[in-house]
């Protein structure tokens, strides 16, 4: 069964398929060139079918995530994390540790689709991530959010419920977040950059991270304990270990690794 910009290419009869044209950023696919892209709101994305994933892809030197060093292994451009947790446990400290580390390799852009970029920008100062090479972005609709990114060597989400595909799909849904998450995917795979979606665990379980985990590459997270301390362990991982661990602190110099284990 065809679904999606595989359907609307299919349905256009008579058409041949190097006449018809596809959004870059969400795949729509129309007869002609549209000024505006009616499904993701991207201006200017139409490309003739078949050139949009021909996208010349940006070199940058050999990536490094920080802390997530010790217990990934080797990750090539194009993988997509999920970071997930409770709320408050510590995801966006430890999402922005890893923008920090991995803008010293190229660009990073961060989406604060919760809060404002001002907050998140002074809080990776108070927490000595160095801003070079690190952009902030406010922003919920996917397609916009993918436009940013192109040429950029990472991109963090933070967070995943709150973006959506269309200003008309209220974001947080099931429906929503595995739509929006598919779309990172696929963006991530085309254009070779490193995307992590920070995502929350609801109360009654890991029903968040359920709805997409098997779309990304690694899973990871982020769990408190009684006495403070956090414990980041890799529950997925198709490019290498994936019973990884690491114990942090949150100290005011953000968090902080205590020991890591495999």
Known sequence: MLKGAAFEAHSLFGKNRAEMYACRF???VEAKPLALC???????SFLPFGERDL???ASFGPASFGLLDGILGRVPPGTVFLLSGEPGVGKSTLALHVA???AFSGPV???CAEEKSEAVRERAARIGVCAKNLTFLEERLVGRILQAAEGHLGLVVDSLPMVTTRASLSPAGVAAQRQSAVEFVRFARGAGIYVFLVTHVAKRGLSG???VEHLVDVVLILT????????LRVTKNRLGPASGALLLEMTPSGLLPLEAKF
């Open 109 to 111: 852009l961060y989406v």
């Open 224 to 231: 408190k304990s009684a006495d403070g301390r956090r414990m």
């Open 26 to 28: 969400c795949g729509r």
């Open 209 to 211: 991270p359920k709805i």
């Open 100 to 102: 920090g580390k991995l």
């Open 38 to 44: 009616p499904n993701c709101g991207t201006w200017g």
């Open 55 to 57: 996208r010349p892809k």
